[in-house]
């Protein structure tokens, strides 16, 4: 089944219509979908319009739903349902992680779960990190922020990435193992880490050509942990002292935000070596007394990304600022026979990496775009339109790589002297 789906709010304003149908599919789900409660509970909560979200297939049929009243506090899920043919796709996580955000803008910090054995959900509640209390099947989690601080959070154009993304990151299957094992799973599971005494990292410098996948690996850390993602860009920042001020603002707002992913992006203009670039000596400054602060606070990440990590001031790269300093290089052949794969299937997944060093993810769907031209232009003259692989071999051939010889050279000469795994 390829067909796609979304999540999305109820529009409370024609109930009928989303309690029809929710109805009908807490039916066909069975007794595998109920939350404790009755069907008069989720009448009333639509009614009211209380938090509620469903998932819809690019055709428009209605394939799960989620919907929680807010006492105080708590919110109580009333009812989740997922359409049998449906299950096993993350549209449970989905649906969990909206229905969180429409539970804090109506004033609930804590979302409780009363589930039986076999029920449907147990797995959405376990991937979107609920807690299962000893002796019940009861599952809670305070919801992603409270109001104010999502107030924050939007002030500064901050979202909750999707889910999905870090799945989405192809090519680069080494550098996504090593996120895994170094930063995600010490976040997912700080428990366990604070007992061995490994300090799970809160801060993180990516460094790698252009192209390469820093901002979106960023996002995707974000999305795999459902934080909250802020960027800060020099453009918004602006240079010397206002941007100094400016930074210093910004995270001092943030400061009280839990669960949070702080990304800026191209660190070697913001925090350029002072000895080259002056002008950045505020802000480098600046940096340097918000970072401590800002690792005071647990379940708070800042990542920042560069092209040149040589760039960069000395002393934000020294010990005790940066936890981790990452190199993001260009797919290697595995990564790159990866994205021929998905990308372009037509061609031989071996031959096309092999001919494609030093090409992105945008490479390949350059490629992609070329050989399907390639295809439609024959079939308008009468032609097979089958894109073939001697379509994206020819692609391959026009198609300049973004990162040259000379920049993967530049990169591994920085990767020896500054990574910090």
């Known amino acids: 089944m390829s067909e796609s789906w979304r999540v999305l709010q109820i529009d409370h304003r024609d109930p009928i219509a989303p309690l029809e149908g929710i109805v009908r599919l807490l039916d066909m789900a069975g007794e595998a979908t109920g939350a404790g409660y009755g069907r008069s509970d989720v009448v009333e909560a639509l009614h009211e319009s209380q938090p509620a979200a469903v998932a819809l297939s690019s055709s428009g049929e209605l394939l799960g739903a989620a919907v929680a009243r807010v006492c105080g506090p708590d919110a109580h899920l009333l009812a989740f349902a997922l359409h049998p043919q449906w299950r096993r796709r993350g549209i449970g996580s ?12 109506h004033g609930g910090r804590r979302l409780l779960a009363l589930v039986g054995p076999g029920q449907v959900g147990v797995l959405a509640f376990a991937n979107q990190g609920f807690s299962r209390l000893a002796g019940l099947d009861l599952y809670e989690r305070p919801v992603i922020m409270v109001a104010e601080e999502l107030a924050v959070v939007e002030r500064y154009g901050g979202h909750f990435p999707g889910p999905g993304l870090w799945d989405a990151m192809k090519g680069f299957s080494s550098t996504k193992k090593l996120l895994e094992r170094r930063v995600l799973e010490p976040l997912r599971h700080r428990d366990l880490a604070d007992e061995i005494g490994l300090v799970p990292p809160a801060t993180i410098l990516l460094f790698g050509p252009p192209g390469t996948g820093k901002t979106s690996f960023a996002k995707a850390i974000a999305s795999r942990l459902s934080w909250a993602f802020v960027e800060f860009h020099p453009s918004l920042l602006g240079r010397g002292v206002e941007g100094a001020a400016g930074l210093r603002q910004a995270l001092d707002d943030l400061h009280g935000v839990d669960r949070l992913v702080c990304f800026i992006d191209e660190a070697d203009e913001i925090v350029a070596d002072r000895a080259d670039r002056p002008e950045s000596q505020s802000i480098v400054n600046e940096l340097l007394k918000s970072i401590p602060a800002f690792k005071s606070r647990p379940e708070r990440v800042m990542v920042m990304a560069t092209n040149s990590v040589a760039a960069i001031d000395p002393a934000m790269l020294r010990p005790g600022r940066f936890d981790l300093i990452i190199p993001i290089g260009a797919p290697d052949e595995a990564g790159r026979a990866e994205l021929a794969a998905e990308l372009v299937p037509a061609g031989d997944p071996g031959e ?26 024959r079939a308008l003259a009468g032609g097979d339109a089958r894109v073939t692989s001697a379509d994206v071999l020819a692609a391959v051939a026009v198609t300049r790589p973004s990162v040259s010889s000379e920049a993967n050279d530049r990169f591994e000469m920085e990767s020896k002297a500054y990574a910090r795994l």
């Open 94 to 105: 989905a649906l969990l992680k909206l229905l969180d955000q429409e539970i804090v803008h």
């Open 352 to 377: 096309v990496a092999a001919r494609t060093a030093g090409f992105t993810p945008a490479d390949f769907a350059l490629v992609a775009q070329r050989s399907a031209q390639r295809a439609f232009d």
